[in-house]
């Protein structure tokens, strides 16, 4: 079956699609995405992923040209269009063109995959990480925000693989630990949960917050504050999440087990929450 992409409203073939060459999401990677789940057809989270999507637009001078009722039923499209039922789906907003050429307007892009990109092996033994050489700046305006400004992750993605890791950890300048290369980190020490701040870098992921809560739920103590990459070493447990990993245990970092080198208990308790609000947000 051919894909079905979404521009501005307007479904055609994957193949099809095209931008403005002025366009400066495309010269400039001047623009935004969100990237969400899909379970039994439904995108997970949506209305925080759009909520973030808007807060970002507003914070970097975007305008995005639908309400969220009208994008929602877009993705909804999308989703159906290509008869993702699990999956995931990703909504591209671009800042369009200025003058001295041709004013143009962004676009609302919106594309849809079947299958989540992990193993269910990977849930069992946990992904090996090591730390990158590239450095999160926590102070630049970009900081937090999901921007099509993605070449540092994607080229300390790339370098991870090719060291045999599953993710690639990112310190801040300040030589704290940040997040990973697409996802948050947590550690689990001294019984509570630990975690970067946005202070130190960080994207605040959608699924970050709602493991937060769940933890809290759950009446464990969570801090979020800087991190130490020596800390890891002494954890008892990490974890990372996103919003299509979910919860995936981290039992080694460069070369060293964190904890036993196993999934531990916490890990596999807020990974067993998670599952269940996945399954109550969807009956």
Same mark, same amino acid.
């Given at each position: 079956?051919e894909?079905?992409v979404?521009?501005? +409203?307007r479904?055609l073939p994957?193949?099809q699609?095209?931008? @403005?060459?002025l366009?400066?999401?495309?010269?400039?990677?001047?623009?935004?995405?969100?990237?969400?789940a899909?379970?039994?057809?439904?995108?997970f989270?949506m209305?925080?992923?759009?909520?973030r999507?808007? #807060?970002?637009a507003?914070?970097l001078?975007l305008?995005? @040209?639908?309400?969220?009722g009208?994008?929602?039923?877009?993705i909804s499209?999308v989703?159906?269009?290509?008869m993702?039922?699990?999956?995931?789906?990703?909504? !591209?907003?671009?800042?369009g063109?200025?003058p @001295?050429?041709p004013?143009?307007?962004g676009?609302?892009i919106?594309q849809?995959? +079947?299958?989540?990109?992990y193993t269910?092996?990977?849930?069992?033994?946990?992904?090996a990480?090591g730390? #990158?050489s590239?450095r999160r700046n926590? !102070? #630049?305006?970009l =900081?937090g925000?999901?921007t099509?400004n993605?070449l540092?992750?994607?080229?300390a993605?790339?370098d991870?693989g090719?060291?045999g890791w599953?993710?690639?950890? &990112?310190?801040n300048t300040?030589g704290?630990l940040?997040?990973?290369t697409a996802s948050?980190?947590?550690l689990?020490?001294g019984?509570?949960l630990i975690t970067?701040? @946005?202070? $130190?870098?960080?994207l605040p992921?959608?699924?970050?917050?709602?493991?937060i809560?769940?933890a809290?739920d $759950?009446?464990?103590?969570?801090?979020?504050?800087?991190?130490?990459?020596?800390?890891?070493e002494?954890?008892?447990? =990490?974890? &990372?999440?996103? $919003?299509?990993?979910?919860v995936?245990?981290? !039992?080694m970092v460069s070369?060293k087990?964190v904890g036993r080198?196993v999934?531990?208990p916490? !890990?596999?308790?807020?990974?067993?929450r998670y599952r269940?609000h996945?399954?109550?947000v969807h009956?």
């Amino acid at each position: 079956m051919e894909r079905v992409v979404s521009i501005n +409203g307007r479904l055609l073939p994957e193949n099809q699609g095209a931008l @403005p060459v002025l366009d400066r999401g495309l010269l400039y990677g001047y623009g935004l995405f969100e990237t969400m789940a899909v379970f039994a057809g439904q995108a997970f989270l949506m209305d925080a992923h759009l909520v973030r999507l808007y #807060s970002s637009a507003n914070r970097l001078g975007l305008e995005v @040209p639908y309400k969220p009722g009208e994008l929602t039923a877009m993705i909804s499209k999308v989703a159906e269009a290509n008869m993702v039922q699990e999956g995931y789906l990703r909504v !591209t907003l671009t800042a369009g063109s200025q003058p @001295p050429g041709p004013v143009l307007p962004g676009a609302v892009i919106i594309q849809a995959r +079947g299958g989540i990109p992990y193993t269910g092996e990977q849930y069992n033994r946990g992904l090996a990480a090591g730390f #990158s050489s590239v450095r999160r700046n926590e !102070t #630049s305006p970009l =900081a937090g925000l999901k921007t099509l400004n993605y070449l540092d992750n994607l080229l300390a993605r790339e370098d991870a693989g090719k060291k045999g890791w599953g993710e690639g950890l &990112l310190l801040n300048t300040r030589g704290c630990l940040a997040e990973g290369t697409a996802s948050n980190v947590f550690l689990v020490s001294g019984g509570r949960l630990i975690t970067p701040d @946005p202070a $130190s870098g960080i994207l605040p992921g959608i699924t970050r917050q709602v493991v937060i809560q769940l933890a809290l739920d $759950s009446g464990l103590e969570v801090a979020e504050r800087p991190v130490n990459p020596v800390e890891l070493e002494g954890a008892g447990e =990490a974890f &990372l999440t996103n $919003s299509l990993m979910g919860v995936m245990p981290l !039992t080694m970092v460069s070369g060293k087990p964190v904890g036993r080198g196993v999934p531990g208990p916490v !890990t596999a308790m807020l990974a067993a929450r998670y599952r269940e609000h996945i399954e109550l947000v969807h009956i």
